[in-house]
């Protein structure tokens, strides 16, 4: 079995790569409409054991269209995070096509943009080689990418699969 690198660092996309919707829908009806996905849990734990730090960097467009209230998404996702010892949560609410015109624009903090990535980066004072994002969507890989950091597939990530970077 191929060794894998010990990263510092880890930033987790997630509607889809931590969290599922309870509803079953794609996206949240409300903030609380989520649940942890299988065996999240107990990787997060075991990475909070090895002390290796966690953050979180999401898009939630939903607000940007008037279907999310910023407030009660920021106090959720903070809430997730604080459950699983995750210390920085970056969140995006812009999007350039948002229904509410407060939100509407070509964010680089959005992904695939890395400014949610570089700011969880420059925060944990880890340099950019020993830093992972870890998502479910081409963006996610595009952002780390456009970052300067390795990406795993949350699939791979989270499952029993040898682990490749991109790098």
Partial sequence: MTETKQYKLVIFDVDGTLTATKSGETFRKNAADWKWLPDRL????????????????????????????????????TRMAEEVHISVVEM??????????????????????????????AKSGESKEDCLMVGDR??????????????YLADFFFGDLTLKTNQ
Wanted: glycine share 8%; with cysteine.
């Fill in 42 to 77: 107990k990787k997060l734990a075991e990475l909070d054991a090895q002390g290796v730090k966690m953050a979180c960097a999401t898009n939630q467009g939903g607000v940007a269209f008037g279907l999310l209230d910023p407030r009660e998404i920021r106090a959720e996702l």
């Fill in 138 to 151: 081409p963006e996610d890989n595009q952002a780390a990418h456009a970052a300067g950091i390795s990406f």
């Fill in 92 to 121: 995006c609410f812009s999007h350039p096509k948002a229904k509410l015109p407060e939100y509407r624009e070509d964010s680089p903090r959005r992904k695939p943009g890395p400014g949610m990535l570089l700011s969880i980066i």
